[in-house]
């Protein structure tokens, strides 16, 4: 019983003290983002774009992909449903509100949290394992500013461009299907599609993944840079960073909605 | 002889990782101008006494000062301060994989001085030269050899022109010639421009090579500290024997606690 407790006790505390870790995090990388360009330490203009490169245009492939398929699945399993109701146009809006406020942010952010957070908690942590952060620490480059800013500010930036786009893509693949395999007239379609999705639909969508970015950023460079031992520990810190940040990307898409669902958003 | 001015003082000094004690009370002075080499066996806590004085560690107790600054509880922002005027050789190089040496020599250059690009280019020539390195400039450090690697680390740590230099393990796995290149620059940094140096090693030959003054740890304490031939004729066993290398002496080998019958029998 007593070892029951201690253990659970134990798994608390350890989590506890992860949570306080990020928020450490997040605290410094606001600062070095804020207050460090004013004491004339901005963070690398060189390293933002490279980390933008590799976060954002490099994953434009790869989100294209999932939201265009998402959207075609999206359309014809809606079909299926809205055909009993003879409502089958209304296809179009069904997968044009889903993709701006709940697939394309949420899709984008877990592929993003595979491919980029992922690379992130390798990189760093192999830098870590290898005595290249201290290297940084006693060349006095604050690892934060110099490793997790741009990292912070690449994926804060890049996530809402990816969303647009993987929001347009789902689109595409509603259309695809209603056009061609519903034959719903295109203009028809396109009409729908603007009739029932407001702004308000994209930018929700927007706000959450600026929120997924921080997330992704946030915890892959934290498992990164507390990574111990060895590969197996970069292998086990890599793991565990995409574990986490999907399980918050979810958790968090969950309170947004709500705070947008019952704040009448 | 005159007391030089210390510029690193460590005092006390008591670090403890997961219940077993690496340091232990360590006292040590470092003066101006002169290279004392830390030596003592794998595992006595010489590179862990490096990593407090650079600040990577924060100490259970005990308090070190630089520059007559306490560093344990120092802001960070105070300690770049610091660290700008020291640099450090690790012991694997820790160069920076995604940067090519030139960049890897002039990151700090850019990051803390405002010198135009060109100039950066001439003085990270003239420290590769110093290592003997110049033309190696945009090779990517996984195309180098560990020897080479190790020198472009110390061309790094002399970058931005430190005052204290830390050298973890410089000659560790090198071949005789170039640990006798890296011994001679040590030296050179030293003599010629005043380098205050704190070498740790269990090298010997490099030892009697570059220092002024040796400290001896073992097990977590200072046990003698001289000059060099001070511990030469150190009548303590325990210097002697790792001076000598012999394997038998008051410093055993086996880490374990007797029992080796009863644990085989189990």
Redesign the interface.
Known sequence: MLSFVSAVGSVVLGTLAHVGGVFKLLVQTLFWLVIGPFKKKPP?RKNIFAQMVFSGVNSLIIVFFVALFTGIVLAMQSAYQLAQLGAVMYVASLVAVSMARELGPVLTALVVAGRVGAAITA?LG??KV???V?????????PVR?LVVPRFLALVIMLPCLTIFSDLMGMLGGYLVGVFNLNINSGMYINITLKFLTLKDIYTGLIKSVFFGMIIALIGCYMGLNTKGGAEGVGRATTVSVVTSFILIILSDCVLTGIFYFSNM | MQEKDVIVEVKDLVKTFDGRTVLDGVNLKLRKGETTVIMGGSGCGKSTLL?HI???YVPDSGSITIFGKEITSLE?SEF??I??K???V???S?????MNVEDNLS??LR??TELAEDIIKIMVKMKLELVGLRGFEKLMPSALSGGMRKRVGLA??IA?DPEII?YDEPTAGLDPIVAGVIDKLILDLGKKLQITSIVVTHDMKSVFSVADRIAMLYEGKVIAEGTMEEIKHSKDPRVQQFITGSPDGPIKFFMDSGGYLEELTK
């Open positions: 690398s990189e192999s830098m290898t005595e290249q201290e290297a940084l620490q006693s060349l006095a480059l604050n110099y | 990593r650079i600040g990577s960070e770049d301060k660290r700008k020291f640099g450090m690790f012991q694997n820790a160069l920076f994989d995604s990151l700090a990051e803390h790094r740590a931005m830390f």
